[in-house]
């Protein structure tokens, strides 16, 4: 691809999650990912904080978030701790 061309989309969003799935800081599979303009929107849920953190860090460097030229990473990905020991629920 040239560099004056923008990347399609669908393959950004494809190159992202293969990332999200192979980088060590991430390993994570459920993240969705939309790209809209110069924005990418990461939405689902995650066990931890730390994680939440760290699928950012690894998308903002694949889109070099931090060039003018970059992409703006919206991260709003949901922590959803599990806890154990927590009440049990009875289904009638």
């Given at each position: 691809m040239s560099p004056d061309r923008p990347i399609p989309p669908e393959y950004l969003i494809t190159h992202i999650q293969q990332a999200?799935?192979?980088?060590?800081r991430a390993r994570e599979l459920g993240v969705d990912v939309a790209v809209a303009g110069g924005r990418v929107v990461l939405t689902g849920t995650?066990?931890?904080?730390?994680q939440r953190l760290?699928?950012?860090?690894?998308?903002c460097e694949l889109v070099d978030c931090e060039a003018p030229e970059g992409?703006?990473?919206?991260?709003?990905?949901?922590?959803?701790?599990?806890?154990?020991?927590?009440?049990?629920?009875?289904?009638?």
């Open positions: 999200l799935g192979q980088d060590p995650v066990a931890t904080s730390a760290a699928i950012g860090e690894v998308v992409h703006e990473v919206v991260n709003e990905l949901a922590v959803v701790e599990a806890r154990e020991g927590g009440p049990v629920e009875e289904l009638a």
